[in-house]
């Protein structure tokens, strides 16, 4: 009787031994599809901040050529003045333009330093001063 339970036992078993590897084997597919979504929203994550960094230092490149435009508004002012052509308001007046493009300035560089970080973190990696 000792032998003859001992090779039944597995039979009457086998029920709950396949639900287990069924189980075992939905975990399984579980992971790896978390896995794999979070590897492509890894590469999402990457992309777009890449994009990012990119479109800004577009935006900066044009932003320079403006506020080099606007100095030599000021410098072409600012020699009419020595000249004794016009008031020096007038030169007060040409800088004010030439003052905001350099904030503008100021302020997407600033962005694109942000845009910046985001992609070394998308990246994996740490941003250290």
Partial sequence: MGVTAGLTLPIFDSGRLNASLDIAKAQ???SVA??????VDAVNDV????SQVETMAEKNQHQRQIEHD?????GLAQARFNAGIIAGSRVSQAKIPALR???NGLILQGQWLDASIQLTSALGGGYHL
């Fill in 28 to 30: 399984s597919n579980l």
């Fill in 101 to 103: 493009e350099h904030c």
């Fill in 47 to 50: 992309a777009r901040a890449a």
């Fill in 34 to 39: 978390n896995y794999n979504k979070a590897v």
């Fill in 70 to 74: 606007a100095q030599r508004v000021v």
